[in-house]
């Protein structure tokens, strides 16, 4: 292990190096889960042979709630999971085989979390029992390159091939609009949003902002961002997808949209700052970000920022290469990101700014989140030989920095 249990703590984690720690973190909790299966299986045992008898508790839940101060909920969920991976008993005595047992053996060993057992379960009870051998096995080698919601899709892949359906769609009758909105500056740039609305209204906006703020733990890590903040996060997707839409009505001859003002210097360094609309102003570093999808209007201003010259505007990623990154991409490029092209921008591996080209070869698709995350992080992306683009994890995530790739999207039907 990266250091002794009894040692390993906040001075540990204030002095060690970041692949240490990584190390060290995924060293305890598969210590952790190991115990928590070996746990599970004991009191299915424990079960099987009659708590009443051995205790004198009616049920596990309860004696673990006097035994170790657990709540009865909590124990109630493990026992319930550890009896997916246990052999059963039937009436007579005889042995009912467990519905997942490579999943028992694997979790025993400490290499899958309790949200990765419970979704292989969940793909392994609505499969044919003919099946469930090569699929149980398809999902455990799937899961060891990759997260619980990834798996989660495979399965539902598998379970929708094994047995195809559908359901009609639900048509609901729109209730009487009664609506207000308000929206104003503060002097310190914060907006304040406020506003009622009637129970459809609502409920759309709720469904659309649930759907965007769903917690993105995908492979650079845990979303550790509060509900508000997700909340928030999503209200600035919604903005950015109306402010795309075709169908928006155009104002004073154009198309709705901000202007950021920067300079040519500025937006090479990504240090300074930038005129954000009339009055507000954001971080070069922030223009650049921006810079890598948008419409650019060169213009060279005077000593007293009077414009002697005004050029062409000409969008950076013209329609038709957009048009092939969303049929190369399908969506958010970044692994585990489930997003949809009309959520994604145009990303330059090579900045713009730095003489990088636009085009498919230097172009991925990336949502906003995931597009600020490789501006800031030790992730990298590159274009591999197949022309797809891939992703190197930081050294403390992988110190192999083994590529991967995002494979939720539906690859098209025609393809190669």
Not at 297 to 302: D, E, N, Q, S
Request: glycine fraction near 8%; proline fraction near 7%.
């Amino acid at each position: 292990m990266a250091g002794n249990v009894d040692v390993v703590d906040r001075t540990f984690a204030l002095h060690a190096d970041p692949v240490a720690i990584a190390d060290c973190l995924g060293e305890l909790f598969a210590l952790m889960r190991s115990c928590e299966a070996a746990i599970g299986a004991m009191l299915v045992g424990v079960e099987q042979r009659g708590v009443m008898e051995l205790f004198g508790y009616r049920s596990v839940s309860r004696f673990l709630e006097h035994l170790v101060d657990l709540p009865r909920q909590a124990a109630e969920v493990l026992v319930k999971r550890a009896r997916q991976l246990q052999p059963g008993l039937a009436l007579d005595g005889t042995s009912i085989p467990a519905l997942a047992p490579e999943v028992a053996v694997v979790a025993r060993a400490g290499r899958l979390s309790n949200p990765m057992i419970d979704t292989i379960v969940g793909v392994l009870r609505d499969t044919p029992l003919e099946h469930r051998e090569r699929v149980e096995q398809d999902l455990l080698g799937f899961a060891a390159d990759a997260g619980h919601k990834q798996v989660a899709v495979l399965g539902a892949r598998i379970l929708a091939h094994l047995h195809p359906d559908g359901q009609p769609p639900q048509d609901a009758e729109p209730a009487r609009p009664d609506r207000e909105l308000s929206l104003r500056r503060k002097r310190s740039g914060v907006w304040e949003l406020h506003g009622r609305f009637d129970d459809e209204t609502g409920t759309r906006a709720s469904a659309v902002l649930d759907a965007l703020a769903q917690r993105r733990s995908t492979d650079e890590g845990p979303d550790l961002r509060s509900p508000l903040e997700r909340y928030g996060d999503a209200f600035s997707d919604a903005i950015d997808l109306a402010a795309n839409s075709p169908e928006l009505p155009m104002q004073a001859g154009e198309r709705t949209h901000v202007m950021v003002a920067i300079s040519l210097d500025d937006l090479k360094t990504g240090i300074g700052k930038a005129l954000l609309g009339d009055t507000g102003t954001i971080s070069a570093a922030e223009a650049r970000l921006h810079a890598c999808d948008c419409m650019i209007i060169p213009a060279v201003l005077g000593s007293h920022s009077e414009p002697l010259d005004v050029g062409r505007l000409r969008r950076l990623v013209p329609p038709g290469i957009r048009r092939a990154l969303y049929l190369r991409d399908r969506g958010c490029a970044f692994p585990g990101c489930h997003r949809p092209p009309r959520h994604c921008q145009g990303h330059h591996i090579r900045h713009w700014s730095e003489g990088g080209p636009t085009e498919l070869g230097n172009l991925v698709l990336m949502c906003a989140h995931h597009h600020r995350l490789l501006h800031r992080s030790g992730w990298e992306v590159r274009i591999a030989a197949d022309g797809l683009p891939e992703f190197l994890p930081p050294t403390w995530l992988d110190r192999r920095r083994k590529p991967r790739r995002n494979n939720l999207h539906e690859p098209l039907p025609f393809a190669a």
